[in-house]
């Protein structure tokens, strides 16, 4: 089996800068992903909740706020250290994720991966024992960078300076480096990829989200630049909700489709 002790190192080396730049909804990626997340989350208090590739913990600590009982994990000891001296009400261990879940496999309500899966470098293991570690009406959601547009280079050309991001390549595995707090890798798989590994593990999907790429919170969207209105129409994540398939029993509304409770994080 492969271990990722050269990505676990270049963690350890950034995170320090890491901590210090993402932190909740400061955090572009988790503006885009919030309500989508508690959406799917529902209600957590009481809850066991798994936060999966946890960094230094802020994640972990909004949902034990929200009165669930959090494990994080996580390769990066560095980025466990931050974790721990940030919250130290949290349970925290340290495991190389290529390598699964740790064990013996816990069983947990909810297991959340937010911006974690597109860094690891083999994820079969991994996604299966996510789907032997959720409770029979348990709930998987995870975000990643958009597979397709993505450090995809933006091109202004044409006559009427038309804008796009400029995809030459999709289908093919790939190890692209990504300059971000002092750099790391980043291993790009193809959507397909994914929804097929989970349907693989015995998960069926609930919900797919590609949000707007927004600018700073700061900026009302009647201020928006020409480029901040086009940029916005090209999401740069992803967010996925899964379930186990043998607990199909999720109740429909008059619509015929999922309720969501209303206020997620009450307790």
Known sequence: MTDSAEDLSLWDAAASAYASHVDGPADSFYRRFSDFLWERLGVVNGLKVLDLGCG???????MR?????????????????????RYPALALEQHDLVHGLPRPLEQFDRVVAHMVLMDVPVLDRLLADIAAALRPEGVFVFSILHPAFFSRAIVDEGPSGERYRKVTGYLSHETRWVESFGGHHHYHRPLSWYIEQLVRSGLVITGLHEPPTLPGPDIPEAEWTDYQKWFSTIPTMLAVSARLAASGHETKNASGSSPVATSPRSR
């Open 56 to 62: 230094h913990g802020w994640l972990a600590e909004e």
């Open 65 to 85: 706020q929200a009165g669930a009982r959090v494990t994080g994990v996580d390769g990066s000891a560095a980025l466990l250290a931050e974790a721990r001296s």
